[in-house]
């Protein structure tokens, strides 16, 4: 599905990722792990077409790198960015339905809120608050469901763990699994390797900028010193 | 006192343009008519202007929209406390608070101005250094109206929009040209000092800056007021050579003029502030020459009303859209002919 | 009694024409932080057509005055393609100098390509008379004013909360990067941010086109100055603060006129800043600021 090859991002006049590859195949979850400063949110950010990169980047064989970022978002990528970024002045139902703006159908983008509405109860009844008034596990809640109102085709999860008590962690990566099980293409950038591993079907470990190790989730969950790399303890 | 490198090479940079400004300054006043000269004293008089502008802006990195309201400040003050009051009590008559029955010396004016106009910015400034970027830009403007406003209404005391007239003339082209030297000098002394290093390092990152113990308010504060004497002493400049005054110089087209000399040449050095002013007044000179319809080799040219005007919100505009540190962008003048 | 009545119908009516000029202002501002000073340009665009409407084309007031209006939304548009597209994301300093440099090159080429002097503009006379309203004599335009600026604050208001592109426009102003993540374009929201922009310039022109016809190159100053003033009292980049800050000025302009006595007429204004600068004193980013977060977005 998401094909990505020698990319190499910039932030000014500094290269933050140096050239590496990674694929996401249909209805897979793929992780992005690595500790703090590793590049994983630049690689996002190049594939959302907000950062200058270099390298390929294929969604589906159709080349992104010459299209702005609201065309790579109608052509299927969806992103809940790392600090989730709702929108604090607009309600949680106005996030939402900014969330399907790509989308024709009005009628159905408001089915769709009312259905996010009965499988997360809790935003139905914040449904006209302020967004930012929610607290961290619910706008982080939102946002995914913001960013799953375009029907994309493949999910950009941001560290959705990120400054979030470790209950609501919980029903957070609940939501990816469910998410996964109804077979959403997602890459998940995250810091908490654990939870991460248990969801994915394949992972990447970043460090510096280059992918250090690649494999299937059990593969590096079983290692030991991966796992130390992993969580940043040398 | 030992000084760092960037501080020596600023006495270097000071050194030359202090070179370039006597340098005009004697060419016009041996080959200048007396029309030549009063232009090359405004030139000087915008350039102090242009400094105080950069003092502030081009170290805070914060657009002030002001700074013609503090030179007319300046201005005012010491024009009204030198000029003699048999002059004050024919363009005075009705003066308030006994302002028409002394006169002082001109040097004891010209404090009194600077001291006035420095405690205003000071408590402006209180104001102002709080604030984000266009939060400050956007009181400035308010600054900018409210002072215009009161010179034109307290017509008692300002006389408006009508002539202010009387006031000694004892400026000359040597003055200022010396005082601009002063200026210049004291402006790039400040650029490399501890604090001016702390200011840029505020505009370059705010959060940053204050994280390393840079007290923001604080340097903003030096910088602020330490622009608004300088404007002080532009106006004092300004009022002293020229004998008359009145409120409309020191409104918006001023404000405009001296903020396209500052981005041309670049805000954020004072070689910047030296060429953009030096470049603008000349090349204004020349478009204004053009306005009047002259016969150039033989082909009398239309006259073009508002050429000028045309060509200066031009310039701002191309510098802003491609090239918006100005053209000396952060190079200073001794980077040309000293080693990095 | 009816002294008092009159004079609120003219705080009131300069009231609306300042929050209309406000507003104009304000929707730019508030989804690119761009201080539009090109703004009564705008307006000033908007009297020219009127005059060449009037001499060219015809006497009917009806079409000069959607002539007008259509003028002034398709320079605004244009000034956004042309003029600040380039400095879109650049910084607020930036954008506001550009502006600046933009409304002098407007106002000396008015001065240029049309005429230094004031020209005539009399089509709109017939909007002006006396007439009663529950036995009070105002003036009709000051209704048509205050009315008209009411139904386009509404219109405004149903058009932000209801339709797309306006949730669009509202979330812009909070995050303009996400709204591009979501797919919608920018330059759909900014064009539609300077089409309304435009368009309230045009409604402003009418009235005062109306009130003082004629036209000449500086016109645009004294509305953009006022507008300016209502945003920043009403802090500046919120809508409903620039509608706050258009009334309050109309206010306190016309309780100056009011309450200072005849001699001290002349000083309406300083003293109308002077209460201005107070309102800064105590509030100095404006009464009904957005807040303004200094750190970086995580």
């Not at chain 2, 994280?211 to 002493?233: E, K, P, Q, T, Y």
Request: hydrophobic share 55%; with cysteine.
């Amino acid at each position: 599905m998401l094909k990505i090859e020698n990319l190499k991002v910039f932030h000014g006049p500094i290269e933050a990722v140096h050239g590496i590859s990674l694929t996401v195949g249909k209805g897979k979850c793929v992780s992005l792990l690595g500790p703090n400063g590793a590049g994983k949110t630049s690689t996002i950010s190049a594939i959302c077409g907000v950062a200058s990169c270099t390298g390929t980047i294929r969604l589906e064989n159709v080349d992104l790198s010459t299209k702005h970022i609201e065309a790579r978002v109608r052509s299927g990528i969806s992103v809940s960015p790392e600090g989730r970024r709702v929108f604090s002045n607009l309600s949680v139902e106005e996030n939402l339905i900014l969330g399907g703006a790509i989308r024709s159908d009005l009628p159905e983008v408001k089915k769709d809120v009312g259905k996010w509405f009965d499988t997360f109860p809790i935003l139905g009844e914040r449904s006209r608050q302020p967004a930012g008034t929610l607290s961290g596990g619910e706008q982080q809640m939102l946002a995914i469901a913001r960013a799953l109102m375009s029907k994309p085709k493949i999910l950009l999860l941001d560290e959705p763990s990120l400054g979030l008590a470790p209950m609501i962690v919980g029903q957070i990566f609940a939501m990816i699994k469910t998410l996964k099980a109804e077979g959403m293409t997602i890459l998940l950038v995250e810091q908490n390797a654990h939870q991460a591993l248990q969801l994915s079907d394949y992972a990447y470990l970043l460090n510096n900028g280059q992918v250090h190790a690649e494999g299937t989730a059990e593969i590096l969950g079983n290692s030991d010193s991966l796992m130390a790399e992993l969580t940043g303890i040398t | 006192m030992t000084l760092s490198r960037s501080q020596k090479r600023g006495l270097v940079g000071a050194t030359l343009l202090a070179f370039v400004l006597i340098a005009v300054g004697i060419a016009a006043s041996w080959f200048g008519s007396r029309y030549q000269l009063r232009f090359v004293y405004g030139v000087y008089v915008n350039l102090l202007v242009v400094l105080g502008l950069q003092v502030f802006m081009g170290n805070a990195r914060m657009t002030n929209l002001s700074h013609s309201a503090f030179m007319g400040i300046g201005a005012y003050v010491a024009a009204i406390c030198v000029t003699p009051v048999a002059m004050k009590s024919i363009s005075l008559p009705d003066a308030p608070w006994g302002l028409d029955s002394f006169e002082l010396h001109p040097i004891i004016s010209a404090i009194i101005a600077v001291v006035i106009t420095g405690v205003l910015a000071f408590l402006l400034g209180l104001l102002i250094v709080r604030m984000t970027a266009t939060g400050a830009t956007i009181t400035s403007l308010a600054i900018l109206v409210i002072v215009h406003s009161i010179f034109l209404f307290r017509t008692d005391i300002f006389k408006g929009n009508q002539a202010f007239f009387g006031i000694p003339q004892v400026f000359s082209l040597t003055s200022i040209v010396v005082l601009s030297v002063i200026v210049v000098i004291g402006a790039r002394i400040f650029r490399e000092s501890r604090w001016g290093i702390q200011l840029r390092a505020t505009a370059d990152d705010e959060i940053g800056a204050a994280a390393m113990g840079v007290n923001v308010f604080h340097v903003r504060l030096i910088a602020w007021v330490l622009s608004g004497v300088l404007l002080a002493v532009a106006g004092i400049a300004y009022a002293f050579y020229l004998g008359t005054i009145s409120a409309r110089p020191f409104y918006f087209n001023h404000v405009f003029l001296t903020l396209a000399m500052l981005i041309l040449g670049g805000m954020r050095t004072v070689t910047g502030a030296v060429l953009g002013t030096f470049l603008i007044s000349f090349g204004l000179e020349v478009v204004r020459w053009l306005e009047t319809g002259p016969t150039l080799i033989g082909i009398s040219l239309p006259e073009v009303l508002g050429l000028s005007g045309i060509t200066l919100g031009a310039v701002i505009v191309l510098t802003m859209g491609f090239r918006p540190l100005g053209i000396m962008g952060d190079r200073e003048i001794e980077d040309f002919i000293l080693k990095k | 009694m009816e002294y008092a009545a009159q004079q609120t119908m003219n705080a009131l009516a300069f009231g609306a024409e300042y929050a209309l000029l406000a507003l104009g202002l304000a929707i730019v501002f508030s989804i690119m932080g761009l201080v539009n000073f090109a703004h009564g340009e705008v307006i000033a665009v908007g009297g020219y057509t009127m005059v060449a409407f009037a001499a060219l084309i015809t006497a009917n007031p009806l079409i000069i005055i959607f002539g007008a209006v259509g003028a002034c939304i398709i320079a605004s548009l244009a000034l956004e393609r042309v003029a600040f597209r380039p400095v879109r994301y650049a910084d607020a300093t930036t954008g506001l100098l550009t502006a600046f440099g933009v409304s002098m090159i407007l106002q000396n080429l008015f001065l240029l390509l049309v005429s230094p002097r004031p020209i005539a503009v009399t089509s709109l006379y017939f909007l002006d008379w006396p007439m009663e309203i529950f036995g009070i004599r105002v003036s009709s335009l000051q209704v048509f004013e205050s009315v008209s600026t009411v139904v386009v604050i509404m219109a405004l208001m149903m058009f932000l909360r209801r339709t797309k592109l306006g949730l669009a426009m509202r979330a812009a102003s909070l995050d303009f990067e996400m709204v591009r993540l979501m797919g919608i374009k920018a330059n759909r929201v900014f064009a539609m941010a300077f089409m309304i922009s435009g368009l309230l310039a045009g409604l402003a022109c009418i009235f005062i086109m109306a009130r003082r016809g004629s036209v000449d190159p500086h016109l645009g100053f004294n509305p953009v100055l006022k507008a300016f003033v209502a945003c920043v009292v009403g802090g500046f980049g919120s809508l409903p603060g620039a509608v706050l800050g258009g009334f309050l000025l109309g206010a306190v302009e016309v309780g100056m006129l009011v309450l200072l006595p005849q001699e001290y007429g002349g000083m309406k204004d300083a003293f109308v800043f002077g209460i201005i600068g107070l309102v800064l004193v105590w509030r100095p980013d404006g009464i009904l600021s957005p807040a303004q977060e200094k750190g970086d977005k995580l």
